[in-house]
């Protein structure tokens, strides 16, 4: 058995005070002289005692940890470049402040509310970060009903007594179309990703209120899932077409890099042939060939806020009274990969039909 470390009782032998003593000046009570808290402050330096997050726990009836429950299968999520870089936000507020993470992944909505119910029942965590937000999401009155702090990811479209943090993204995807259209493309289709979420729904509408107010016709949409391989398939739909377009908006920049290598393969050159436009700003979609033009934001500060946030909820016991936080929109960066339409652009080769063999 490893021995046990020194304890407050140590402590307080050490520096001939009360245990109670200790306990105030190493929580940064009131209740001993600043003299008194210098002594207790060098014995526990000098017994190298440290303080136990169980007991902390217990003393304030806290887990000292937060969840983020992500209904999302194993390898969509292992390819979304927004969630590392948010996490990476996450820590570096909530392990200054003693919390840590706790990081649930579950196969489907189906699942989500048993592991609410079991993180909340067990007493694992203070709160959650409730991201890809769905219509009327029944997660908000859940969460109420179980008597967890929370933060969403942008505001519902229901109800909801958590604050918000949030990151306009249909200024970015705007951007995008403008930028598009006055370069002159006539033909401005769009990759989604899923749109039961509102983020997929949101940079949708943005593509179709877009074209309306550069006074072009309704674009063509391919609904996808955010991998790689979706944006592919759904690039091969569009570059299928009769009348193809000459500018693809992808929902996210996996997609949009997954339909550069279709475009090459069609025999089609980028931006020559066909101009393609990203969305999240990857570290990756500046080192492709062409260079990926692209709508940037930042999941990193967006991680940072929202620990912020959910912090101050859990502090002050409830949302009442904490504000929303409006994040710096996303923007578009143009690069290589957008240019004016040439008017004697080449069709793009249709896929070779495989024959299935018996």
């Known amino acids: 058995m490893a021995a046990q470390g020194p304890t407050i009782a140590d402590v307080a032998r050490q520096a001939g005070v009360s245990k109670s003593a200790v306990s105030f000046a190493l929580n940064g009570r009131d209740g001993v002289s600043s003299s008194t808290r210098s002594r207790i402050l060098e014995a526990a330096s000098e017994l190298g005692w440290r ?18 429950v992500l209904a999302r299968e194993p390898e969509v999520l292992g390819v979304d470049a927004f969630y590392p870089s948010f996490i990476a936000g996450v ?40 991201s890809d937000l769905r219509s009327a999401d029944p ?92 944006g592919a398939k759904a690039t091969a739909r569009l570059l299928d077409l009769a009348d193809p377009p000459t500018a693809i908006v ?49 999941p990193f500060a967006w991680g940072q806020a929202a620990a912020t946030t959910l912090l101050t909820v859990v502090e002050r016991g409830g949302p009442h009274g904490v504000p929303d936080v409006e994040l710096e929109p996303a923007r578009l960066e143009v690069r290589a990969s957008t240019a004016p339409p040439r008017p004697d652009a080449p069709r793009a080769k249709r896929a070779p039909i495989r024959k299935e063999t018996k």
């Open 51 to 68: 303080p136990s997050h169980r007991a902390r726990s217990l003393s304030v009836s806290r887990a000292f940890a937060v969840g983020l």
């Open 250 to 298: 992808y929902a996210n920049d996996s997609m949009a890099i997954a339909g550069l290598s279709i475009a090459h393969n069609r025999g089609l050159r980028v931006p020559d042939d066909l101009s393609v436009t990203g969305f999240d700003g990857t570290e990756l979609a500046s080192h492709v060939h062409p260079a990926l033009t692209t709508v940037t934001t930042n």
């Open 91 to 130: 820590e570096t507020v909530l392990a200054p402040a003693g919390f840590s993470l706790l990081l649930q992944v579950v196969s489907g909505a189906r699942t989500e509310e048993a592991g609410y119910r079991k993180l909340a029942g067990e007493g694992r965590i203070d709160g959650v970060f409730l």
């Open 139 to 230: 997660r908000t009155a859940l969460l109420a009903e179980l008597g967890l702090a929370a933060v969403t990811l942008n505001r519902p479209d229901g109800t909801s007594p958590f604050p918000a943090v949030c990151m306009d993204d249909q200024q970015g995807i705007a951007a995008a179309v403008r930028h598009l259209a006055e370069l002159g493309h006539r033909r401005i289709a769009h990759v989604s990703g899923p749109l039961e979420f509102l983020h997929g729904r949101s940079r949708r509408d943005a593509w179709a209120a877009a074209l309306k107010d550069a006074g072009l016709r309704k674009g063509r949409l391919v609904v996808s899932d955010f991998t790689a391989a979706g």
